[in-house]
């Protein structure tokens, strides 16, 4: 085993998180915050160390989408950065996946398989990522929580995070401790998010967009978009603000 072998396996061993399981689900077969493996990744440049003082983007997806969605997105936006697409573990039929055991969960529901599913996406950064490359998380829908949620589990671990068209598990669920949630962590970090979404989403309700817009202002470095005649979806006016805040970051070069 080489050195970073060595360094890939202590962190996953370091990044041990106990399942929470609650109700069985009646939309994707099993139950809520059952533990999750990510299993397939999707390389953009067909390897992570393509540009390796770049920040790595982990592109996350939504439900009902699979690896390959969002990394055109990154050939416009950081088109020299590495980036690694990760596969929801959750089939919902042929190339299609999800996160979450139902598009939007609920209450204990969603508190239960948020956390399991960051727990999956951060063991797997933790055994296949350097822990000295940064990491940026970037995701849509299911996916942009789940961008947020892993700040809350390991907030040193994450450079930044985009969040598009996203929620959040607000309360902090009655089996989490400062131990597995770092939420006054991530504060004091106060970690760079773009938060992005369009004001005629049809999926994401507006109150679900106001809530995590002020836990973020309240817990990160928030940049807030708010984008008018944008459903539940990206365009290219989003994409630009993402450029911007990329080189203001210093997350991305040669953009503007």
């Known amino acids: 085993m080489n050195t970073n072998d060595e360094q890939h396996g202590n ?3 370091n990044n041990s998180y106990e399942p929470h399981i609650g109700r069985e689900s009646h939309v994707v077969p099993g139950h809520f915050g059952e533990p999750q493996k990510v299993t397939h990744a999707q390389y953009s440049q067909g390897n992570a160390a393509a540009h390796p003082t ?4 982990l592109l996350l997806h939504g439900w009902g989408s699979n690896e390959e969605d969002l990394l055109d997105l990154l050939r416009i936006v950081a088109p020299y950065n590495d980036a690694i697409a990760l596969r929801a573990p ?3 039929a042929e190339s299609a996946y999800s996160w979450f055991h139902d598009a939007v969960p609920q209450r204990e529901d ?10 999956a996406i951060d063991e797997w950064v933790s055994a296949n990522i350097p822990a000295n490359r ?12 789940l961008a947020v949620h892993v700040l809350r589990l390991n907030p ?14 607000p309360n902090v669920p009655a089996f989490a401790s400062e131990v597995t949630l770092k939420d006054d962590e991530l504060a004091e970090r106060n970690t760079p998010v773009f938060f992005g979404y369009g004001l005629e989403d ?10 995590a817009a002020a836990w973020l202002e309240e817990h990160t470095w928030l940049e807030e978009k708010r984008y008018r005649g944008l459903d539940h ?9 993402i450029r911007k805040w990329f080189v203001t970051h210093d997350i991305a070069s040669g953009l503007l």
Do not use: T, W
């Open 11 to 13: 962190n996953a061993r």
């Open 54 to 57: 770049h920040p790595l983007l």
């Open 90 to 92: 959750l089939k919902l």
């Open 110 to 119: 969603l508190d239960c398989d948020m956390y399991a599913a960051a727990a």
């Open 134 to 145: 940064n990491v940026v998380p970037f995701g849509f829908s299911q996916g942009a929580a």
């Open 156 to 169: 040193d671990r994450y450079r930044a995070a985009v969040a598009l068209s996203g929620f959040i598990a």
């Open 202 to 211: 049809a999926v994401i309700p507006p109150y679900e967009f106001s809530a």
């Open 233 to 241: 979806a990206v365009h290219m006016e989003e994409l630009g603000d």
